[in-house]
């Protein structure tokens, strides 16, 4: 059965992500992770962060201070993802020349409580806010 739409891609355990939005679901499965950041194939950075806020802007860097992530999508071309045979997703963001690999880390202390990690999203590249929840606390007016 033929269907009478171009239907998106359903992608499992491996895949590549050129969307932003299909990008930010993706990250948004992480909490605290491993990194490594790698440009023109040299190691300059490796340690473990928190993924603190997921944005989607064309004016904001992504950043890697004291720890804390702010990652921001637009400064990505695309994320590959793979499982490993534990079920767990790698992630790999490339922008020109340069690469984040972030694993993430299953620390079940950190999911006893409310989910920490902030998403903020430019809205108007989503279409409002049916793909964004923040909390009244949560937000920086």
């Given at each position: 059965m033929d269907s009478p739409r171009k239907l998106p891609p359903l992608l499992v355990g491996d895949g590549t992500l050129t969307n932003p939005r299909d990008m930010v679901r993706a990250l948004?499965?992480?909490?605290?992770f491993t990194y490594r950041y790698l440009v023109d194939?040299?190691?300059l950075a490796a340690g473990r962060a928190t993924l603190v806020r997921i944005m989607l802007d064309d004016s904001s860097a992504s950043a890697l201070v004291n720890g804390c992530c702010f990652l921001n999508v637009s400064s990505f071309s695309y994320?590959?993802?793979r499982t490993d045979a534990e079920g767990q997703a790698c992630f790999?963001?490339?922008a020109e020349g340069a690469v984040l690999?972030?694993?993430p880390?299953?620390?079940p202390e950190l999911r006893t409580g409310q989910r920490q990690v902030i998403r903020?999203?430019?809205e108007s590249m989503f279409e409002g806010s049916?793909?964004?929840s923040l909390d009244d606390e949560d937000e920086d007016d």
């Open positions: 948004e499965t992480i909490e605290t194939g040299e190691e994320l590959n993802f790999t963001l490339f690999e972030m694993t880390l299953d620390e903020l999203m430019d049916s793909f964004v």
